[in-house]
């Protein structure tokens, strides 16, 4: 990811700064709450609230980490506040639907297509189930390709906790997508 956004310009309200570090970040931190939210609209407004927070907040960021890695912070913590949100509605009898939207696939076929949409949604559906801190590990190190140190600065975590968490998933993963293969395969 590239580093080279002039911080003393965005604390002093430079727009073009600003503008630049929109345009780095936005696609990757949209990426990890999509995949953390697993909903188009919400990750939108989230990514949009974590830059309306970096812009207010920039003179606070006092380098002590990458700027990546406060932004990333910041989207987490949006993503897990909504998630907290949704749960104690839910709680209150209101339905939220896992899946708001589904990403654009191109394929060839029309089955295609659906098999593919049909193995996202299982996929995601299985991310979903996982502990939170292990559904954000895995998120940041597979999708969005951080280093451990750099999930484990994000999420304010030792690297050996981010190392187990990631390795738990990956374990959760694997027996939650075997468990929904024997049943449909019976």
């Not at 780095?24 to 709450?33: Q, R």
């Not at 998630?83 to 509605?89: A, E, G, I, Q, S």
């Amino acid at each position: 990811m590239n580093e080279e956004i002039d911080i003393i310009a965005l604390q002093k309200g430079d727009e073009k700064a600003y503008q630049d570090l929109v345009k780095v970040f936005s696609k990757p931190i949209f990426n990890t709450c999509f995949y953390i939210l697993q909903n188009r609209e919400e990750a939108e407004d989230v990514t949009q609230d974590v830059f309306v927070i970096v812009y207010q907040s920039i003179s606070f960021f006092k380098g002590d980490s990458k700027l990546s890695t406060w932004i990333y912070r910041i989207a987490i913590n949006k993503c897990q506040e909504l998630l907290r949100y949704k749960k104690r509605k839910k709680r209150f009898g209101i339905h939220i639907p896992i899946f708001g939207s589904s990403i654009e696939i191109k394929a060839e076929a029309p089955d295609e297509i659906l098999h593919q949409e049909e193995r996202k949604k299982i996929f995601y559906s299985a991310i979903s189930k996982l502990p939170e801190n292990q559904q954000i590990a895995y998120t940041l190190y597979n999708m969005e390709e951080l280093s451990y140190h750099e999930i484990a600065e994000a999420m304010n975590l030792s690297l050996s906790a981010i190392e187990s968490l990631i390795f738990r998933s990956k374990q959760n993963l694997r027996k939650l997508l075997a468990e929904y293969y024997e049943i449909n395969e019976q």
